[in-house]
């Protein structure tokens, strides 16, 4: 036992000491991990980031061991230091580095340390300037004064060294160009030239009052305007950005796409600056629906309204008499729409036929829902998914349609001798009402989302949940396809996982693939001339609509049952709930090319990679130098 003596100084408490010893090592940890991605921006900002983590681990060792006054008064000013500095670098921008004058964004780490060192300063006071009467505290009294210093510490460290250890990148490059190695620029991957009849069309990237809110629009309208060429036609679509950001437009789902017309920020292409303008060329060879969309912070630039549909006619003609599109998307101020109205009235008379090419641009929650129409009042056929025919399909009775977020159906029927026939998105409805909503739009109120087509009484009401389900693997006549039926080249598994953890300098519900997330997951490297088998397994418990850029992926199997049907041949893959699924592509489009999630949140939340030709590299880079966030 050591006899007490009273000092002549008296030393601050030990829960004190540990406490502000803590939350100075914390911001310490911090530092020195958000230390590597400074070095990248400009070393100098490395070189300060380490020095002030070094400065607090030493003075958190000192305030255990070597407690004085000085070292209190000192920390406190340095601390203040380092704020003042913080503050500065968030609101008007640090003078010096590569970005002088530029503030940066306010992120997990940042805040974390920031808050750490503001409770420190008053512990830094008392240490400094107030005596500790109690000399000999109960050791129990000891541990819970230093508790609620020792929590916040700890879970401020874990998030801030958490977060910035899963940093967005500063710049990553897919496929750089390695110096000696011959490779071809994505830039070069554009349309040969050719005399097909040039369309030209002007989309100019501009916010705009729609319903209350300001959305950001092609053109002044949500959906921007509908591009519908025919066949074989020549585009030419010049993007100019009056958005307050930047921006791209990827053409979802056009077969053969020249890669460098790709419109992903980052991979292939640097993203269009505000004031700046951007010409896309492609030939529109393949018939079908496909549609238009920002790939530059995709997630919040679809939602906010930059999508339309592209509709591709048939050299021959259009094959009905009436021909739509039916766009569903969500509402700028809330809710989903058709064609940017809650009731859409499309003209018909009797015993004309139309086609409705339903696109699914509707961003689901995390549960990536698709939507679910139904059409009421006629039989009807499938003719083709995402835009790409079936073969032999059959007339169906009502049932629901399952549309990913970003796949179309195109639906075609003949107008009934009288009275009207109506689309109705169930899906949607039960979201935004409940059953009650679905029940009551059925039965003909309208206030959901719901398409009428031609005049006359409303047809008969059926309740969602007594409709079949529409099986694309059971549905239309079996029919060669050479895809499906080629010996696979390669063969790939793709298993999708989710779980809470750090991402892109935040916490997130992470999603994976083969268990890495964005940019972490290894691309998969093709040759053209393959045929390339994925094996992909859903083992989370919501809907992941699965995109291929560039290309198109026949259907294997479902859950190891073969498609029974007519061959299904998409480039947006639903998989549902625990399913795994079988597909192929003929790998005909050499470029660097996205493959992830259409749900938008699991998307950037990690469900993204990409397949890469060999000998194609890219100049462009993501992450936070570039700006360029295709995600
Ligand atoms: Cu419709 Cu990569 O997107
Ligand atoms: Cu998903």
Redesign the pocket.
Known sequence: METPVRPTRQRPGPALLFGAALLTAGPAAIHLAVAPMHFQEWVPFGLLFVAAGALQLAAATAMLFRPSRRLFLAAGAGTLGIVAVYLVSRTTGVPVGPNPWRPEMVGFPDIACTAMELVSLPLFAVAAFRRSRERRRHPVRVVLAAAPATLLAVALTYVGTGTAGAGMPVAYDVAPMVPGRASTSVDLLTAPPGDEPVRSFTLTAEVARIGGVDAWTFDGTVPGPELRVVQGDRLRVTLVNHLPASTTI?W?GVPGLPNAEDG?AGITQQAVPPGRSMTYEFVADAPGTYWY?S?QD?SDQITRGLFGALVVEPRSGPTEDRDDTVLLHDAPNGGVAVNGTSDLRLAARPGETVRLRVVNAVAPGMDGTPEAPVLLGAPYRVVALDGRDLNQPQQLGPQRIAIGM?QRADLVFTMPASGAVRLVDTESQSHSSGVQGAIAALAGAARLPAVTIGDGPLPAAAHPDALPAFDPLHYGAPASDPVAAARADASYPIVLTEQPGFHSGSIQLVHEINGAASPNVPPIVVREGQVVRLHIVNETAEYHPM?L?GHTMSVLSRDGQPDAGSPVRLDTVLIGPHETWDVAFLADNPGLW?F?C?VLLHASFGLTMSIDYTGISTPYSMGTRSGNMPE
């Open positions: 990827h979802h992903v969309h790939h995709t970003g995109h850029h996205m992830h259409h």
